[in-house]
């Protein structure tokens, strides 16, 4: 598995792993709002969230249909719609692309769920490496806290019920996250994550994130040349006065 | 070679296969008709049903984009051209494992005989005319059961150009290849994606032995033939 970098695109890719609750989203978020501050090219991506193949994924979570192969085959197309459409043109076009997840989630989960590794590689090798992979571990029971803390209604797969692990989906969630995790640990090596204490403050692990990211990739080669257009109109009511009384004081 | 790695009596996934199935439950039979549109596939697939039916089978019937989880989904993203071909070949993947997993398994396991309108072999054939690397589709289809048995109705594209146009009085877009910008011109490019789809049965035939049948003739002489091959299959044990 190539790096962008290896295979001669000029754009980046920067993805975040760990499990729901190890805080990535926070983190490759305030990672956007800085390099968008910095005048870089940036386009962020989201697992699953492919517009065309959205409505049948949730059609087959809500009526419980996924076995873990559709499970596995619908998220790949969803990967695949992204990555040909999306992140492909905008990494041969010079972008730092952000990726909230990437294929190993797939191995990760899907492994979990009983799908044979080299299959679901397999599945994945069109996809290239990315050039810096953050994976967010935390111990298990902290990310377990923050999701569980306010007991929330869990959803059905992902609880991980489909695989029958406890007629209780706290205790199904635990196990699965269990099972997750120890996919990440096992993959550290073989895809070259870079490991950050996700039990940390989001304060200091961002601090850490921008080092890391800035060591890895020479940001000012991303800059966009011209300078960056006028953010779009915001609601009145909302922010607006604010900066106008900000710019007023200065 | 065919039963290498397969269950006792006889059944085997081409690959990696679904998770947790027991090959040896799955008593009944599945039979695929293959072929290009307007090779008479569901003409025959409606006479071997009634016939089978007759003759005290049960019969279910999968066929591409007949899934529950994408068809409409897929069908949607087709009208638009949208996809782009490693996502093309997933969707249609999805759809097809799918059938497998909620239809074709759970029918196999109750002893029905299972006709299925076009099986993985179609899906190849397609992704490989669009430059799909065929290893790749080897290890998406090692999900698949192996048929109990395959037959490829084959017919010459000059021909099928004409049943196509008797029939509708046009020739679908996808059908013709247009997608992969072989001509502008319909019915060249129909002639010439039908003739590479050809080719790329043949390549697959190699792999997966399916049986050819010469469709050019009368609906009635393959009938016939059909059913010779399949009584065959239902009389072993």
């Known amino acids: ?112 769920r009983g799908c044979p590794p080299e299959w679901v590689r397999g599945i994945y090798s069109f996809a290239a490496r990315p050039d810096l992979t953050l994976f967010f571990k935390t111990d298990l029971e902290v990310s377990l806290n923050r999701i569980l803390e306010g007991r929330p209604k869990l959803k059905f797969f992902e609880a991980g019920m489909d695989l029958r692990l406890s007629a209780d989906p706290y205790e199904s969630f635990r196990i699965f996250q269990g099972r997750i995790l120890e996919q990440y640990i096992a993959m550290t090596d073989e895809f070259k994550f870079v490991v950050l204490d996700a039990n940390e403050n989001v304060e200091k692990q961002q601090v850490i994130v921008r080092k890391l990211v800035s060591e890895k990739i020479d940001l000012k080669r991303f800059k966009r040349r011209s300078p960056l257009p006028l953010p779009p109109a915001i609601h009145p009511e909302n922010k607006t006065q604010e900066v106008e009384g900000d710019m007023a004081a200065a | 070679m065919k039963n290498q790695d397969g269950s006792k009596n006889g059944r085997r996934f081409y690959g990696h296969g679904i998770p947790r199935v027991k090959l040896e439950d799955l008593a009944g039979k599945l039979i695929v008709v293959e072929g290009a549109d307007g090779s008479g596939r569901s003409t025959q697939i409606a006479r071997l049903v009634d016939w089978l039916e007759t003759s005290g089978h049960a019969t279910v019937q999968v066929g591409l984009k007949r899934s529950t989880l994408v068809s409409s989904e897929l069908e949607k993203a087709q009208n638009g051209n949208v996809l782009s071909r490693t996502t093309l070949a997933l969707f249609y993947a999805t759809d097809f494992a799918d059938q497998l997993d909620n239809i074709i398994l ?62 509708n009085a046009t020739l679908d877009y996808w059908e013709s290849g247009m997608d992969l910008g072989l001509s502008r011109d319909m019915f060249d490019s129909f002639v010439k994606y039908q003739t590479a789809m050809q080719g790329a049965f043949r390549k697959l035939q190699k792999t997966y032995g399916f049986t050819i049948v010469d469709a050019n003739r009368p609906v009635g002489s393959i009938t016939k033939e059909l059913r010779k091959k399949i009584r065959a299959l239902l009389a072993e044990k």
């Open chain 2, 106 to 167: 759970p029918a196999l396991k109750a002893g029905f005989i299972v006709l299925a309108d076009r099986y993985i072999y179609t899906l190849m054939a397609r992704d490989m005319v669009r430059g799909m690397d065929e290893a790749w589709l080897k290890n998406l289809y090692g999900i698949a059961l192996e048929p109990d048995a395959v037959f490829y109705l084959s017919v010459e594209p000059q021909e099928l150009v004409q049943r196509n146009l008797s029939k």
């Open chain 1, 1 to 112: 598995m190539k790096s962008f970098a290896e295979l001669n695109f000029p754009g980046r890719l920067i993805a975040v792993e760990g499990l729901d609750g190890s805080g990535k989203s926070t983190q490759i978020y305030l990672l956007k709002r800085w390099l968008e501050a910095e005048g870089i090219k940036v386009y962020f991506s989201e697992w699953n969230s492919s517009e065309l193949v959205k409505s049948a994924t949730s059609k087959g979570k809500k009526r419980e249909l996924l076995t873990p192969t559709t499970f596995s085959l619908i998220h790949a197309t969803d990967f695949a719609d992204r990555y040909e459409r999306h992140l492909l043109p905008l990494l041969r076009a010079g972008y730092i692309v952000l990726c909230d997840r990437y294929a190993f989630t797939a191995f990760a989960r899907d492994v979990t």
